[in-house]
């Protein structure tokens, strides 16, 4: 009789052991999707391809820092440039290209 609630009871922690996995999973694509892709039009104050920073002014003179993300190319922009910047609520750039 032991023996067979001890077995019941390993199995009940192995199946909570997945279903907590699982939540764990979800809650972890949930928070992936919930940042926000927001839009800047500016101009570059500072730029380092080395480190992957951009230092960008904004249309209404406000600065933001943000990093390259991993298909971000630096290397044909510079200071000086106006341009229009996707980034995520974390600071990390989807895209950046010169205006017109």
């Not at 199946?15 to 800047?40: C, D, N, P, Y």
Request: avoid cysteine.
């Amino acid at each position: 009789m032991i023996r067979k609630l001890a077995s019941m009871l390993v199995i009940a922690l192995f199946v909570i052991s997945f279903a907590g996995a699982a939540v764990s999973q979800e809650a972890q694509e949930t928070m992936t999707l919930k940042q926000e892709t927001m839009t800047l039009k500016g101009t570059i104050i500072s730029i380092s391809a080395d480190t992957g920073k951009v230092g960008v002014q904004d249309e209404s003179g406000n600065m933001i820092t943000l990093s390259a993300g991993s298909d971000t190319d630096l290397k044909t922009l510079s200071e000086g440039d106006r341009v229009n910047i996707e980034y995520s609520s974390d600071g990390v750039m989807k895209s950046i290209t010169e205006q017109e």
